[in-house]
């Protein structure tokens, strides 16, 4: 099956310093990634929805200059945040699908601390 | 819109016992739907998905689930539990279309706990 790879799976940073989190297919080509965020005992929110080669799609309320997402490759998509702020202190997890997968794999998670 | 809601926030069930996590789905059209198991500080397992054909559908371990169009439901079961299975479980959905898969929309959770 498809796998992903999400690094890090922890960071912690400085407030007003900027984090890439990088999603990472790992044998084969994925054209969609999605991008969560998880808050503690929350569900998974979308955060945006990147094609390769195209502008990620946000969604509402997420602010895209502060949540910039690169998907420059078909095996490569990043999350940076930049001006980290305590409260963007969570959990996020990529997830890739493609039209030759039978469904979504998830990234591993990294757990973003800002202090 | 498409929205999917996880009756419960935490079960408790006794080691053995059966499990039972609801699932409900609002939309007119029936979409795909999905189980997820999440481990703590861990990413999300699949569990079983109900894309097509047989509405009641097979999982790993020992988990299924039975789609039911008429209640718009999809809950999850399982005959006896084991200590292994306390985790926080996720239905989801997205909206059928072709050309691959659209975004998928996560219930709430619900946090299952196993007792001996």
């Known amino acids: 099956g498809a796998v992903v790879s999400q690094h890090p799976s922890r960071v912690i940073c400085k407030s007003g310093t900027s984090v890439k989190i990088e999603c990472r297919s790992l044998?084969?080509?994925?054209?969609?990634m999605f991008w969560y965020r998880q808050f503690p005992k929350q569900s998974l929110m979308l955060m945006a929805t990147?094609?390769?080669?195209?502008?990620?799609?946000?969604e509402q309320g997420v602010e895209k200059d502060k949540f910039l997402i690169n998907h420059a490759s078909l095996t490569l998509s990043t999350l940076t945040v930049t001006s980290a702020h305590p409260e963007d202190s969570s959990f996020y997890i990529c997830?890739?699908?493609?039209?030759?997968?039978?469904?979504?794999?998830f990234g591993s998670g990294t757990r973003l601390t800002v202090v | 819109a498409q929205s999917v809601t996880q009756l419960g926030s935490h079960v408790s069930v006794s080691e053995g016992a059966l499990v039972l996590l609801r699932c409900n789905y609002s939309?007119?059209?029936?979409?795909?739907l999905f189980w997820y198991v999440q481990y703590p500080n861990q990413g999300l397992q699949l569990l079983l998905k109900?894309?097509?054909?047989?509405?009641l559908v097979k999982g790993i371990n020992g988990f299924e689930a039975e789609f039911k169009k008429s209640e718009t439901s999809f809950h999850l079961t399982k005959p006896s539990a084991h200590m292994s299975d306390a985790a926080e479980y996720f239905c989801?959905?997205?909206?059928?279309?072709?050309?691959?898969?659209?975004?998928?929309?996560f219930g709430a959770g619900t946090r299952l706990a196993v007792h001996p």
């Open positions: 997830s890739v699908t493609d039209i030759t997968l039978d469904g979504y794999t």
């Open positions: 044998d084969f080509q994925a054209t969609t």
């Open positions: 990147s094609n390769e080669g195209s502008k990620a799609t946000y």
């Open positions: 939309s007119s059209v029936p979409p795909y």
């Open positions: 109900y894309t097509t054909g047989a509405t």
């Open positions: 989801a959905v997205t909206p059928r279309a072709s050309g691959g898969y659209n975004k998928l929309i």
